[in-house]
């Protein structure tokens, strides 16, 4: 898969540290993955949600959450957002 984009995940990492390593194991697995379906998503990432045409994955314990968009066809990953809990579940994302 192509992931589009890594700057975003340094980015938030700047400001949250400890998210570092967690998201780019997150980017590796990603880049390196085949997928078709959420299913092909979710032997990657178990707990991985469609929410409306964005998938959600818990990052880090849950104490984080990347929002992208996943186009299967084309095989490209889109960050949309990368949030701390709080703000994810705040829901402002959603719109």
């Not at 994955?57 to 949030?83: M, Q």
Request: no cysteine.
């Amino acid at each position: 898969m192509r992931v589009i984009s890594k700057p975003a995940i340094i980015d938030f990492s700047d400001e949250h540290r400890d998210a570092l390593a967690p998201l780019m194991n997150w980017y590796r697995i990603t880049k390196g993955a085949e997928w078709n379906a959420l299913a092909d998503v979710r032997r990657d990432f178990a707990h991985a949600d469609v929410v409306g045409r964005r998938t959600v994955f818990n990052i880090h314990g849950n104490n984080y959450r990347l929002i992208a968009r996943i186009n299967y066809t084309t095989k490209r990953v889109f960050i949309l957002h990368i949030l701390t809990h709080a703000d994810y579940s705040r829901g402002d994302w959603k719109r």
